[in-house]
């Protein structure tokens, strides 16, 4: 991918996958992603298997995952936390008791947000929202819902939101006309920030 967009870097940029297995592997190819190929952080599914059989799971809230965040800190690149389908034994665990609630909203809640943020997740030293508007930001990804957005503006800000694609299962044309529709919603800052301005900031782009 570097490869195919390094004439171009104008228009295109990428984030690194990363098999997470190892924690100091993981940070010395996110410094080579970063520093050699020019990417601008790095896309993470919400656990890794491992072990013989993948039924060991690693999330990454662990101590043993200190150098990789370590190196996330000191380079200043995003991290990208995407949902990914349950395996078997997180189905069974979560939905065995309430097979109703399986779905795609549901799922994200209970696993990915949850894991981060909830009981069993990371130790926090503040109050969750404090959070979102240091540490934590979210894209639109597909959620063309006005009444949606405005909602999540009044919790965490326009300042914590980037509008994003989630291509090929919403098509361009459709987040287009979107948000562009959100002129008679947003002040001229609050929508150059939503359309372009926060992630020119967070990738460190430049005008």
């Known amino acids: 991918m570097a490869a195919a967009i390094r ?4 228009r295109f940029g990428g984030f690194a996958s990363l098999s997470m297995h190892n924690a100091t592997e993981a940070a010395q190819e996110l410094r080579r992603a970063v520093n050699e190929l020019g990417f601008l952080g790095a896309m993470l599914n ?10 060991t799971l690693l999330y990454y809230d662990q101590p043993e995952y200190d150098e990789f965040w ?7 690149v995003p991290i990208y936390f995407h ?3 349950n395996i078997a034994q997180v189905q ?13 909203s549901e799922e994200y809640a209970v696993t990915l947000a949850n894991h981060i943020l909830g009981p069993n997740g990371l130790m ?3 109050n ?6 240091t540490n934590i930001y979210e894209t639109t990804s597909g959620n063309f819902a006005t009444q949606l957005l405005q909602f999540h503006m009044g919790q965490i800000g326009i300042d914590h939101i980037l509008y994003s694609v989630d291509y090929p299962f919403v098509l361009i044309p459709e987040g287009e006309a979107w948000v562009e529709s959100l002129k008679d919603v947003l002040n001229e800052q609050d929508l150059r920030s939503l359309k372009r301005g926060l992630a020119m900031e967070l990738l460190h782009l430049e005008e």
């Open 83 to 85: 949902p990914r389908s």
């Open 124 to 126: 926090m030293q503040r």
């Open 92 to 104: 069974t665990l979560l939905f065995d008791h309430a097979p109703f609630l399986k779905g795609p």
């Open 70 to 76: 370590q190196a996330v800190t000191e380079l200043d």
């Open 128 to 133: 969750v929202t404090s959070y979102w508007h």
């Open 7 to 10: 004439n171009d870097t104008t």
């Open 46 to 55: 919400d656990f890794q298997q491992s072990g013989p059989d993948n039924t």
